[in-house]
Every structure is written in C-alpha cells, then in structure tokens.
C-alpha cells in the first residue's frame, strides 16, 4: 500500500468524522439557564444575584479562539442579551411600575459592542454573521433578543451535536403555536414579524415565505388549515412585536 493511498484514506477518514470545535464549556451556563428560564421566560432577579456563571461564560467566549462551531455563536449571542439586559436596568419595572422595552435601551442591538471570540460585535454585528455564515433560517428561532414576542429562550445552552434536530424543533413548535395564525375572516396568514425582517432568509431556504411554513408547521391541524389558506390566496401578514422585557 503506498504512502500516497495512506494519505488519502485517512484524508477520507478525517472528513466523515465529526467536527471538532474549540466551543468554551458551556455546561455552568447552561445550567444556569436550566435554573432560570422556563417557558421562555428569565427570573432575572435570581439571576442576577447568581450570575458568575453567565460572566465567566461570556469571559471565555470573548477570548475563544480557533474553530467554532454555530452553537457557540448561538449561545454566545442569548448569553450577551441576558447580560446586556441585566447591565442596563431592562429587567427592572419603570417607575409607573410597568414593565421597560428592549428597545428603551438606544443602540441596543446596533450600537453596544460586546468582545466575542476575540472581535468587538454589535448584536446586529453577531447575528449578520450567524445569518451569512451558516445560512439557515431556522436560526431565526433559536436567537433570543429579550423581548416577549421573540422564540422562547431555551433553557439549555446549544450544542453542535444535536444542534439540526434542536432548530428543527425550535421552528416547528413556534410555528405550530403563536408564530402563525389563520384568520379567515380577513382571509391572512399571519405570522411572526421575524418573517418580515428577515424575508429574505425564509424564501432562500424554501423559495418563499409559505413554503418555509408549509415545510415547518408540523400540528396536523394547523398545517391543514395552513395548505387550505395558501390555495385560498391568503394574504400573508404580519403579526405585532411585543418588546417588553420576557421577565418572569
């Protein structure tokens, strides 16, 4: 057997393996979310009081260096919102007593800047690059901006093992619940506004805003109710964002 042939069939090898990344340990942090966070919502007064977790998490993510795999980015970008929300005062009530807005916090996603694995990023910045390098839709459903029209925050951190399985959950049961409504009497499919900002994302996965849904709406009865109003030339909608604060 020559050296040549060797070189070849281990080459091989190596490409069918599993990708091995330089991922921080995400472990302490995701148990801190599995401590925190239920049905999407944060209990950001406990965590706040117990939150060395989240900061050395968000430590060795701004310092990871090599290859990282698309979870960390995921975890990186949930992490850095908990974090920013807590830092400026967003999870605690105004003084009417009523709950603040992401959006009280100007520059919130594009002017704040966070060190991740090694570069100064704005949200914004985190999420272009999410959306440019992985390609994938589905992320749209994983990424949490704090607020209470945005997916549900799991209460786990990603993992690159299980991570297609994971967006494929995550869009689905969104979609199956408040991401999309019929309303037959305005003849309209109304969806999450995310399809709307991000439009562009869903027709390149599926050709088109309705077939991204067709494909990811997986209750029997809504994807019925789905096909019969696509054929009925529903208009497609889009439903309003809530940005208070998903505080528990």
């Known amino acids: 057997m020559t050296r040549s042939y060797l070189l070849a069939a281990t080459l091989a090898v190596m490409a069918l393996a599993p990708q091995a990344f330089a991922d921080p340990d995400a472990s302490k942090y995701s148990a801190l979310l599995s401590k925190y966070v ?4 944060v209990d ?12 050395d998490y968000l430590k060795a993510a701004a310092g990871a260096s090599g290859t990282l795999g698309e979870a960390f980015y995921i975890n990186a970008y949930n992490a850095t919102v908990i974090a920013a929300v807590l830092d400026n005062g967003i999870s605690t009530a105004g003084a009417d007593g009523k709950s603040k807005k992401i959006t009280d916090t100007k520059g919130f996603f594009d002017t704040l800047k966070h060190k991740i694995a090694g570069k100064d990023m704005t949200l914004n910045d985190l999420e272009g690059y999410i959306r440019k390098t992985y390609k994938d839709a589905r992320v749209h459903f994983a990424l949490n901006c704090g607020a209470r029209s945005c997916p549900p925050l799991p209460s786990k951190a990603f993992d690159d093992k299980t991570l297609d399985t994971t967006l494929g959950e995550l869009a689905s049961k969104f979609l199956n619940g408040n991401g999309v409504k019929i309303d037959d009497t305005k003849k309209e499919i109304q969806v999450t506004k995310l399809m709307d900002w991000y439009g562009q994302d869903f027709k390149d996965s599926e050709g088109s805003v ?3 849904l067709k494909k990811h709406v997986t209750d029997e009865t809504k994807k019925t109710a789905l096909a019969k109003a ?15 604060v998903n505080k528990k």
Request: glycine share 18%; no cysteine; charged share 25%.
């Open 230 to 244: 696509v054929d009925g030339g529903y208009k497609v909608t889009f439903q309003f964002y809530n940005w208070d």
């Open 210 to 212: 309705e077939g991204f």
């Open 44 to 55: 950001y007064d406990g965590l706040s009081a117990d939150r060395a977790a989240l900061d």
């Open 38 to 41: 239920s049905g999407g919502k």
